[in-house]
């Protein structure tokens, strides 16, 4: 979700992804919510699950698919939590069997790790156990399924920067940030409103 980071630089890019950078090579899809996206994702986490045991702490199914209704790039998004993201011996191995590929390694970022789907389709997020950004993106997205005019403005939003054209997938993503710190906002002030 990348809420609280700035947009990110190539220099960044470049010097935390595995492997080459590619630019984008194809503009950004956004489509229709499809039912289907839930049952990939209980698919998906049941194979994390086998292949990872006990070191899965947690698979929870992020990002715009996790939202009934909200169209989105057709990419599973997986918040999975582990003991320590920064062990990736613990849980690479295992993932790169099922065809999982370590694309991202973030070590001042919650020592973010993400790996690609074996078909492209899925982002893999690992964090640590206790991860601050984990809530937060359980909340916001807990927040777009019960507020359907925060999840129309979110909708609009990329929609309408999908149109444009990106040099990297992360440009889009940290275009998105301004109106996710305006709904996330919403959401602290309903959070003040309700405990006061």
Same mark, same amino acid.
């Not at 074996?118 to 206790?130: A, D, K, R």
């Given at each position: ?13 470049r ?15 956004v ?10 994702f209980?698919?998906? &986490?049941?194979?994390i ?7 899965a *702490? ?6 715009? =698919?996790?939202v009934p ?6 990419i599973i ?5 582990v ?8 849980y690479?191995?295992a ?6 590929? *370590? ?7 919650f ?12 982002n893999?997020?690992?964090?640590? /156990?206790g991860c601050?950004?984990?809530?937060r ?15 129309? *403005?979110?909708?609009? =939003?990329?929609? =309408?920067l999908? /149109? ?7 440009n889009? &993503? ?13 959401m602290r ?5 309700s /405990?006061?």
């Amino acid at each position: 979700m990348n809420a609280g980071k700035a947009p990110l630089t190539e220099e960044y890019l470049r010097a935390h992804t595995v492997g080459e950078l590619r630019p984008l090579s194809s503009p950004i899809w956004v489509v229709a919510y499809d039912p289907e996206w839930p049952r990939r994702f209980e698919a998906i &986490a049941g194979e994390i699950k086998s292949a990872l045991g006990y070191r899965a *702490l947690r698979v929870e199914h992020v990002g715009s =698919t996790s939202v009934p209704g909200l169209p989105a790039k057709a990419i599973i998004d997986v918040a999975l939590t582990v003991a320590d993201s920064s062990r990736e011996h613990d849980y690479v191995a295992a993932l790169e069997d099922l065809g999982y590929k *370590l694309q991202i390694r973030e070590p001042e970022w919650f020592e973010h790790r993400m790996l690609k789907g074996p078909e492209g389709n899925i982002n893999l997020h690992v964090f640590s /156990q206790g991860c601050e950004e984990i809530e937060r993106m359980l909340a916001f997205r807990d927040w777009l399924r019960t507020h359907p005019e925060d999840r129309e *403005l979110y909708a609009r =939003t990329k929609e =309408t920067l999908a /149109q444009q054209e990106w040099k990297y997938t992360q440009n889009y &993503a940290d275009a998105k940030t301004a109106v996710i710190q305006k709904i996330m906002s919403r959401m602290r002030d309903a959070e003040g409103e309700s /405990q006061a």
